[in-house]
Structures are given as structure tokens and as C-alpha cells.
């Protein structure tokens, strides 16, 4: 049975390069990035990259709805012709900063809050159902820590693909929240300034907010749309936070989506990796990709400039990748040094890239590949 | 829309354990008489989660963590093949632990927190520690929303089963004091893990027939005329015990009260009950959606 082809044909993105791909990797060619540095005195013990914008205009809202907002309302021309779309929601933190709010407070009795509605997944789906009555039809949330947003997208692709539905919203946001700062300290795998995957001094991750949105579609519209032309995912079985040193689980994963797309690892130009920062995640990507791509394949991280966004990681950084590859380059930050392996590039390059991958990894070993396709 | 049967089902609460106990329940008459429910509901805590359990693994595990993973062992393990996709669905998944976390932070101002407890936080914990225990590089994934997570399984199974041959399905909740910080918060919510294999069938089990605004709407349509059996949520089984006497009218609420994955429940209530055709009646935000059974 013919299957459909399956294209990114609108894009939103926030991260802490800025609220529009655009002007995100203008700044990712012109200039560098810093994480925000908290206060001695600041319940944060380390740095963190967060969106630049203040969404003042969404007053009332939470910070993650007014970031999804936003990026519904980015899009909104698509929603001008396409009514009862399904989405497809992705989050690692739910939204949980706004219960560390509100907590010590609930715990004494002092205050009552929606807690049921306002955080813990069940409040940003509703919230969008009620914002933009008939935009969306249905929603489903996954969860798989750092590759839900990855999750997200193969499940549409598969539905558009398959012919169940014609289009789909994919929507990945994470907030800053104590509990993930805290909890990756506590696990030794955030740094103390910038992270710096790929490169030999990488000592660990930085966290960053972030949120990315893609409404995928059978059928182009302008004709230089990217095409999601695989998706994968498996389990590492291995670790319940680190990844398998001899990177079977992402090995298999990698080859499922390349065996989807009908593509050769010989014919992959760039892969968008994981890349948190961290010393072992790193250094399994890198040998993995080493194993399959050999030493053809240019491979940089995105997290250099963002951080790592977590459950929105995959979204977001197909967002700026999209802009990026359509300009024809692959950016490294003006500082970037000490590269792990020559498969990374040490400066911005200008390359064509026809297929590219994207890795998401998460905790519990959850491993989602996707194989892209730009129009070059 | 497919049928699907359901396969290797377990499902366990803090007072009752597998299909058996499900159906003496039935045959008891509890599932439809209210006035009985009090000596059967379920606890906040299911006891003895860790027996049964080889891997050391299991002193990390959470409350849901072991839930999951005995209902997945109990139920549909032995019949898993590497192909088959696995699908928690799970309202507030790891809640407990990231109470604790929260509680660590924000009450005793900790400025680390134990590693296990935070790697135990996200919501695909359970499922990880049943691939590792197990050796399973299965594709799996956690879906999550709420109380509305009832209705993104029901989403699951018009949409995401319509591309699959089969499934494993999983679901389940932990209790936690986060849960009722809330005082908005009126559901009660016991602890309780469901596992089983959906599989495509051509002519046999559960089918999606439509959604309605109501439940006037609902018996309005004379669609539950043609059943004798039906399994509802509590929201509406009062309603559709009055307006048809002579039928079966049962509730999964016993098993697992307002629990936000009882759908997953009710989905397999029919065929372990050996009904010959029954409805399901879910109520969601969106609507009162029914589902056929044929045995």
C-alpha cells in the first residue's frame, strides 16, 4: 500500500536564542550565547539558559502556557484553513515550577490552588482546548523524559504516513523547574558554566528552557518543505539514567529509521546529535555514530547554544535546524573548541545537507532517531 | 475502526488480584450495587509490591514502578515478542517521588536530592525498569494527562492502534500526599496497575461506535437498547442503572474508583466476565464515548 510523505509545513521555536528561528540563528552565526548565572543567594545552585522574552501579553497564564500559546499564535495562518487538528503534546516537567510555587503554602494549608488543573499535564492540553476553541480536535501528552518531543513526532509521522489522519500539531515545552536543576546536580551531570558537547572539556550539562512547535502534514504547500522521512525509537534496557556504553539500544534505533527512510548511512550528511554535554552520553553518540557513519558525517549539538531543553529538545532543535540547513551552514559557537573527534566540525561550515538525523535520548534508556529530508 | 481482543490481562489492586477475583466480584453482584462498594474499595497502597520480585533492582523501584512491572509480569510478559510496542498510559505517573523531591527543595531547602529518587521522577520510569529487569529493547512509551488521561488512551485506540497488528498496554497510578494538596480535588484515587495484549481482530472484542454530548443524549439515541450488559464509570452507571432496569449495569469504581485510566479497565471487563455483548460507557471532558463488545 502506498504510504503518504509526511512534511514539516509551519515551524514555531523558543529557546533562549530568541522566539523565531530567524533571528535564533542569526544570533547562533553572529554571536554566542550565556547561560543566566543565579544569584549566590538564589535557590538555583547553577546556570540555566531561558527563554528572552517576558510573554506579558498573555497575562493570567502560567509560564508554559503562555510559552505554548505563543506558539500557537505564531502559527496561527495554518489554523486559518485547518480546523479540528490532533495534537500531540510533549513534556518531561509538565509544568511542575509552578507547583514548586505554590507547594510549601498547600502543604500548610495557607492557600487553595487548581493544583490538578494547573500543573501535572492535565492543564496545558485543556488550556489549549479553551484558548483556541475548534483549532484543535483531540490530544494525546507523551512523556519519556528527554525524548518525548522525539516520541511526539514519530507518532504523528506515523498517523499522517499511514493515512489514519492528514495533519498533525506537535507541541514540546519545557520550563526551568528546581526539581530538574536539583536533580541533575544531584546525579553530578551539570556543569558549572556553559556545557560544551562534543568537545574533550565537556563536564556535564546545562539545562535550559525551551519549547518548539511543527505542524506536520501530507502534502507540501510552498515546495521546499522538509520531509520526515523516518522515525524510530527503542530501549536501551540497560540503565535507568545512563545510556549503554556499547550504544546497541542507539545503534538499532539509528538503523530502524535510516531502514524507514530507504536511505544508506552513506547518504546521511549531517546528524543533529543529542549531544547534552554529559561525559557518557557523548562519548556513546559519538562511538555510535562513528560505527554506522564512519568518518562521512559532519555531527554538532545544538545544546551548546540552548542548553538542554529536555523533553522539547527534539522539537525545538528540528525547528533551528530547519532555518540553519536552509542557509546552507552548520553552526559551532564562536568559542567552540577541543572537539572530541573530527566528525565534528570546529567552526560554523557551510555544508548542503540533503538527509539529516536527529537523536533524542532519555532517561530509562528511550531512544528516538528521525531521519529528515530538506528540500536542497 | 478496528476490533480488538484483549489477551494475558492481570490487574491488581490493594485487595484484589487478577481476572478470577474480578469475576467473583461480578458474580457477587458488588459491581452494580452501590451500598456494597464500601467493603471492597481499594486502598491508597497496595502491600507487598516487592514479593514476587527477583531483581535487586526492586529496592530503587517506586510503589508504581513494582506496580507496573508485576502487572506487566503477571499479565502479558511471557507473550511479549520483539516487535510488540508497549504503552503506559498513567495520570500522574512517578508522583510520589517527585513529591518527595519537591518536599526535599522547597520545605527542608536541600540543595541536592538523592539520585535514585530523581532518575525515579520521570514519567517512562516504570517502563524502563521493566526493560532493563527483563532485557527488553522494545519500543516504549508513556502517555500522560491527568485525569483526562482516560481519554488520550481512548485517542490511543482510534488513532495510534489503527497502525499497529497489536499492543501491550499498561496503566496505573501510585497514591500520593500531592494529590490532595490540591482541595479542589474531589477524585479519590487508589492505587491499582492493569496490564494486557490488545490485538486486532476481525470479527471479535472491543469497537469504537461514537461519542455523545450527555448521558440524555446517550439514552436518548436508544443505542444501549441493544445491549443487556453494560460497563460504565461511576459519573454515569447511576444514571443507566434507573433508565434500564432489566439490563446488567456494572462499574469498574470498586476496582478503581475514579481512577483516570478505568477505560483501560472496563475495556477488558467484558471478556473477563465471559459477556457475550456488552457496552462500555466512558464519560470524558469531551464527551460519553461507547464501545461495542462482541464475544
Not at chain 1, 552565526?29 to 547561560?35: A, E, F, S, V, W
Not at chain 1, 538499532?252 to 546521511?268: M, N, R, T
Not at chain 2, 443505542?223 to 443487556?228: E, F, K, L, M, P
Amino acid at each position: 500500500m502506498k504510504k503518504n510523505r509526511v512534511f514539516i509545513i509551519h515551524s514555531g521555536v523558543a529557546t533562549a536564542l530568541g522566539v523565531d528561528a530567524e533571528s535564533s540563528v542569526d544570533l547562533m552565526i553572529n554571536g554566542l550565547t550565556t547561560p543566566y548565572f543565579p544569584e549566590p543567594d538564589s535557590k538555583y545552585t547553577r546556570p540555566f539558559y531561558k527563554v528572552p522574552y517576558n510573554y506579558d501579553e498573555y497575562s493570567g497564564a502560567v509560564r508554559q502556557e503562555a510559552i505554548a500559546f505563543k506558539l500557537v499564535d505564531d502559527i496561527s495562518s495554518f489554523f486559518k484553513d485547518n480546523k479540528g487538528v490532533s495534537l500531540f503534546l510533549a513534556t518531561s516537567t509538565g509544568g511542575i515550577d509552578e507547583s514548586e510555587k505554590v507547594y510549601v503554602d498547600l502543604l500548610a494549608g495557607k492557600i487553595k490552588y487548581p493544583l490538578m488543573k494547573k500543573h501535572f499535564f492535565s492543564g496545558l492540553p485543556e488550556s489549549l482546548m479553551k484558548r483556541y476553541p475548534g483549532y484543535f480536535s483531540d490530544y494525546m501528552t507523551f512523556s519519556t523524559a528527554c525524548s518525548s518531543s522525539g516520541q511526539a513526532i514519530l507518532q504523528a509521522f506515523r498517523l499522517i504516513k499511514e493515512g489514519v489522519i492528514d495533519k498533525a500539531v506537535v507541541l514540546g515545552i519545557d520550563t526551568i523547574a528546581l526539581t530538574t536543576v536539583t536533580g541533575f546536580d544531584s546525579l553530578q551531570l551539570v556543569c558549572s558554566g556553559k556545557s560544551r558537547p562534543l568537545t574533550n572539556g565537556r563536564d556535564g550539562l546545562t539545562l535550559g528552557e525551551g519549547a518548539g512547535i511543527v505542524v506536520l502534514q501530507n502534502k507540501q504547500i510552498k515546495g521546499d518543505e522538509i520531509e520526515v522521512v523516518g522515525a524510530a525509537s527503542t530501549t536501551d534496557g540497560y540503565h535507568i539514567s545512563s545510556p549503554d556504553p556499547e550504544g546497541n539500544g542507539q545503534k538499532g534505533c539509528i538503523y530502524k529509521a535510516l531502514q524507514e527512510g530507504g536511505i544508506e548511512p552513506s547518504q546521511v550528511d549531517y546528524v543533529n546529535a543529542h549531544g547534552t554535554g554529559t561525559v557518557m552520553n557523548d562519548q556513546v553518540e559519538i562511538k555510535t555514530l562513528k560505527m554506522i557513519f564512519g568518518d562521512n558525517i559532519t555531527v554538532t549539538s545544538l545544546k551548546s547554544y540552548i542548553g538542554h531543553t529536555l523533553g522539547a529538545s527534539t522539537v525545538d532543535e528540528i525547528v533551528l535546524c530547519e532555518e540553519m540547513l536552509k542557509r546552507g551552514i552548520i553552526c559551532q559557537p564562536k568559542d567552540f573548541s577541543e572537539r572530541m573527534d573530527d566528525i565534528v566540525p570546529e567552526k560554523t561550515i557551510e555544508k548542503r545537507v540533503k538527509y539529516f538525523l536527529k537523536n533524542s535520548f532519555g532517561f530509562g534508556g528511550n531512544n528516538v532517531s528521525l531521519l529528515l529530508k530538506t528540500p536542497n | 475502526m478496528s476490533r480488538a481482543i484483549i489477551k494475558n490481562f492481570y490487574f491488581h489492586n490493594s485487595n484484589v488480584k487478577g481476572a478470577g477475583e474480578i469475576a467473583e466480584l461480578f458474580k457477587s453482584g458488588i459491581l452494580s450495587d452501590p451500598e456494597r462498594w464500601q467493603s471492597v474499595l481499594p486502598a491508597k497502597k497496595i502491600d507487598n509490591l516487592l514479593d514476587g520480585i527477583e531483581s535487586r533492582l526492586k529496592i530503587r523501584m517506586s510503589e508504581l514502578s513494582l506496580g507496573i512491572y508485576k502487572a506487566i509480569k503477571n499479565g502479558p510478559d511471557a507473550f511479549i515478542t520483539d516487535k510488540d510496542e508497549v504503552y503506559l498510559f498513567t495520570g500522574f505517573a512517578e508522583i510520589e517521588t517527585t513529591d518527595k523531591i519537591i518536599n526535599a527543595i522547597t520545605v527542608n531547602k536541600d540543595r541536592l536530592v538523592s539520585p535514585t529518587l530523581f532518575h525515579n521522577s520521570v514519567h517512562n520510569t516504570p517502563l524502563g525498569y521493566w526493560a532493563i529487569i527483563e532485557k527488553k529493547h522494545n519500543y516504549c512509551v508513556t502517555v500522560s494527562d491527568g485525569m483526562e488521561t482516560g481519554l488520550s488512551f481512548i485517542n490511543f485506540f482510534r488513532y495510534i492502534f489503527e497502525t499497529l497488528p497489536r499492543a501491550v498496554i499498561a496503566a496505573g497510578d501510585e497514591w500520593s500526599r500531592f494529590l490532595e494538596l490540591d482541595k479542589e480535588n474531589l477524585y479519590d484515587l487508589p492505587a491499582y496497575n492493569i496490564s494486557y495484549i490488545l490485538e486486532k481482530s476481525a470479527d471479535k472484542g472491543i469497537k469504537y461506535l461514537g461519542c455523545y454530548k450527555d448521558a440524555d443524549d446517550l439514552i436518548s439515541s436508544g443505542v444501549c437498547g441493544g445491549y443487556n450488559s453494560i460497563i460504565a464509570d461511576r459519573d454515569i452507571f447511576n444514571t443507566l442503572k434507573k433508565s434500564y432496569k432489566t439490563k446488567t449495569v456494572i462499574t469498574d469504581y470498586p476496582l478503581v474508583m475514579d481512577a483516570p485510566c478505568g477505560v483501560i479497565l472496563k475495556f477488558a471487563m467484558p471478556s473477563i466476565l465471559e459477556m457475550d455483548k456488552a457496552l462500555v460507557v466512558q464519560k470524558t471532558v469531551r464527551g460519553i464515548y461507547i464501545f461495542d463488545f462482541e464475544a
